[in-house]
T-cell receptor
């Protein structure tokens, strides 16, 4: 599975959009980009995933660049409860639960 | 009730003791996983099982063993606990096929070895 690079920490004002970047320059053609988050030592929670098209669900949007070497997770209206560590993971879809976690980005949403 | 339940939630044990962490799931998934998390780091895979008869080592399996007693149950054992196994342990499940796109995690077991 491809390695990812994320900034260690970011701040965001409550109510504003949080844009979390991820670089995955060695991604292969059959690898998807997954995002999970972990709130204060709880079990990680799936957010969204995509292959090459932009994706949106009730939690977030995922923007993947045309060359697929980077992506951005967007939380459109961040709340204090979105404070968490966000993990960007690149993998083939068939091994859904066999995840390789990096250190992620700690997002602090401030009032 | 939670889809993935881990017991105990917290445990303190002494060096050299055998300890078992248990995981059960109501998702009906075939695939189950054990991860370990150390402070400030991401999760690392210890063992995983794709069905009752299939057990595989993960990234950091030394010092651990597992048992898949049934589709819904996957236990992690530390045969002789040592202090550097102090960590937060997570169990996870996932389904098969293209429609099963996410893994589901338990709430974790905080283990301290003294």
């Amino acid at each position: 599975d491809a390695k990812t690079t994320q900034p260690p920490s970011m701040d965001c004002a409550e109510g504003r959009a949080a844009n979390l970047p991820c670089n995955h320059s060695t991604i292969s053609g059959n690898e998807y980009v997954y995002w999970y988050r972990q709130i204060h030592s709880q079990g990680p929670q799936y957010i969204i995933h995509g292959l090459k098209n932009n994706e949106t669900n009730e939690m977030a949007s995922l923007i993947i660049t045309e060359d697929r070497k980077s992506s951005t997770l967007i939380l459109p209206h961040a709340t204090l409860r979105d404070t968490a560590v966000y993990y960007c993971i690149v993998r083939v879809q068939s091994n859904t639960g066999k995840l390789i976690f990096g250190q992620g980005t700690t997002l602090q949403v401030k009032p | 009730d939670a889809d993935v339940t881990q017991t105990p939630r917290n445990r303190i044990t002494k060096t050299g003791k055998r300890i078992m962490l248990e995981c059960s799931q109501t998702k009906g998934h075939d695939r189950m996983y054990w991860y370990r998390q150390d402070p400030g780091l991401g999760l690392r895979l210890i063992y995983y099982s794709f069905d009752v008869k299939d057990i595989n080592k993960g990234e950091i399996s030394d010092g651990y063993s597992v048992s898949r007693q049934a589709q819904a149950k996957f236990s992690l054992s530390l045969e002789s606990a040592i202090p550097n196994q102090t960590a937060l342990y997570f169990c996870a499940t996932s389904g098969q096929g293209d429609l099963n796109t996410e893994a589901f995690f338990g709430q974790g077991t905080r283990l301290t070895v003294v």
